[in-house]
């Protein structure tokens, strides 16, 4: 890495006093003031029904969408006055993704495809092979570097996502509903791999709205109507 | 400065043509469809610009072969001769010895109209009262080698020589017009014709000339019989047939030749430089042709846009993908416009080498010789990419301007 790691006590995640609002008639408060900390090696989940704002506060967490009022850090970095060049930067270098729909290209190899979580964060080229068959071993799929992912089962696909995630080595895998399209049994299989990356040391939300899924996170947080709340376990 | 510490995202060049590669390749049926319509503009364009140089070189050098060889040297005109005056000639009896010692020139002869005093050509002295049997026919002289010169042919007989002209002898050659008139077919037997009551034997008929028609309704004498016979003073005017390219050159030369104290005497015709003629020619041909060829390309660019857009709807998911993983807007298009850029690139070789082909078989059925000028199959290529590049503006605008979270909430 090129660049050093921000200082260990800089929270991962900071939120302060953040709400998200759609213009319209009449306006829709998506996010309401919200205050949040994420720090390093946190497993948090965040759950709550549909429209309850989780699709909002993802994007939010993604660097994908900027707050209307409130500030946001993403390791100590204000996200919310970066011009769309840097925030798209800093997306690809600090942040994984998983999606419910996985987000795989079809037509592109396993490998190609955890390669692609590295194509545009200046991951030097000659690591990114190493790097993402690492990450596709430590996911257990390095007997499926060579496959496309049409000839993979569910739980395979979404471990590859994970692998294209976590493979550049970000701060924080952000999940969005990572079991919608998977059965029981792959779905416990893949919060196992998530309990073992968080074991690792990374920094995972896991936005869902299956409470089975949330129960195996160290934290807890319920959002309804836009309104984040700490659950107590 | 919070900014400091984040690294703007990369795209590098070597990346994006591997992506674009993939892209392409990822669906090759599609792809191939998408270069067809470049394909054949561009062999359209190529194949049109060279058949329009190969038929305008067929045509200047069927052109060529016939006029560019023909120099005419004449008497300079010094004000106006009465009819029937002799105006002094500056073209020496010898002319025809003198300028076939030049290289370069094939074949040269004199060549004069006699003045007969408008006397009356006969064939046989019968009176007949009904049907007309004289006639005003042009008498010319001419050197022996004038003959090849213009490129004359024979129906009947033989041409006189150099010997018929130093011994004066009254032989004649009649244009074919000139024979049909004075009822002449046969040689063999030696038929005579009569100028007023000079007599001249046929020795042969003309079939064509190449040069000087006016020599087909004529009669031609050698030069000594005319002077002898019809006191000629001098020689008119000379032709020379060159060899291919030499015109120019002999065009100068014979003047000085043919009068050396003072060459300005004469008047040299020489045909027009060949280079004028062949691009006037060719470029009336391209004209027509280019604008087919161009509808042609902007058809493969119309099928190059729509296809790209489509490509871009379908892969909504994935330029979200790739903006969540820190493509920037700039990088999303630059990878549509590459894949576009290099599908016309495709095309563009694709289209140059069947255009080549394209050339080559006309001409070999033609029995033409292929002619292109060698920008065209380097530049065809280059013009197929830019054809993709444009072609690929708008659907890369389109793919750029996606939202990600829209682009990742629709796509799959």
Known sequence: MTQPRAVQSVPVVELEAVSRTYPGFPPVKAVRSTDLVVNEGDYVSVVGPSGSGKSTLLHLLGCLDRPTDGTY??????????????????????????????????????????????????????????????????????????????????GERQRVAVARAVAPGPSLLLCDEPTGNLDTAT?????????????????????????????????????IDGVLAEVDT | ??????????????????????????????????????????????????????????????????????????????????????????????????LIRLNGVVAA???????????????????????????????????????????????????????????QEPVAILGPGAARRLNVSRVDQQPAIFIGDTTLVVVGILNDTKREPVLLDAIIIPNNTARHLFNL???????????????QLIGQQSAIALSPNDPSLLRVTVPPEPKAVKEQVASDVNTLFLVLGGVALLVGAIGIANVTLVSVLERVGEIGLRRAVGATRRHIAAQFLAESAAMGLIGGLIGASIGVLVIVAVSATRQWTPVLDPWVPLAAPLVGAATGLIAGLYPSWRAASLEPIDALRTGT
């Open chain 2, 233 to 247: 003073q001098a020689p008119a005017e000379v032709q020379i047939r060159t060899e291919i390219g030499a015109a």
């Open chain 1, 73 to 154: 850090r993403l390791r100590g970095i204000d996200v919310g006055k970066l011009p769309d060049g840097k925030r798209t930067a800093l997306r690809g270098r600090e942040i994984g993704f998983v999606f419910q729909s996985f987000h795989l290209l079809s037509h592109r190899t396993v490998l190609d495809n955890v390669v692609t979580g590295m194509l545009y964060n200046r991951t030097p080229r000659r690591q990114r092979i190493p790097q993402a068959t690492e990450a596709l071993e430590r996911v257990g799929l390095g007997h499926r570097m060579g496959f496309t992912p049409m000839k993979l089962s569910g």
């Open chain 2, 1 to 98: 400065m919070t900014d400091k510490r984040i690294v703007r995202s990369r795209f590098s060049f070597r990346d994006l043509v591997a992506e674009a590669g993939v892209g392409m390749l990822a669906r090759p049926g599609r792809t191939v469809l998408t270069v067809l319509g470049t394909v054949l503009g561009i062999a359209a364009l190529v194949s049109t610009l060279g058949l329009a140089k190969t038929a305008g070189n067929q045509i200047v050098t069927r052109f060529d072969a016939l006029a560019a060889t023909s120099v005419t040297v004449e008497n300079r005109a010094q004000g106006f001769s009465q009819p029937g005056t002799q105006q002094e000639s500056h073209i020496p009896w010898d002319a025809e010895d003198r």
């Open chain 1, 187 to 223: 779905t416990d299989s893949l919060l196992d791999l998530f309990d073992e990356l968080r074991a690792d040391g990374l920094t995972l939300i896991v936005i869902t709205h299956n409470e089975a899924v949330s129960l195996r996170a160290d934290r807890r947080i319920s959002i």
């Open chain 2, 109 to 167: 002869g004199t060549q004069s109209l006699v003045d007969t005093s408008n006397q009356l050509v006969k064939s046989v002295p019968i009176n007949d009262p009904l049907g007309q049997s004289e006639y005003s026919i042009d008498v010319y002289a001419a050197s022996p080698g004038l003959f090849n010169a213009i490129g004359a042919t024979l129906t009947t007989g033989r041409f006189y020589d150099e010997g018929h002209n130093e011994r």
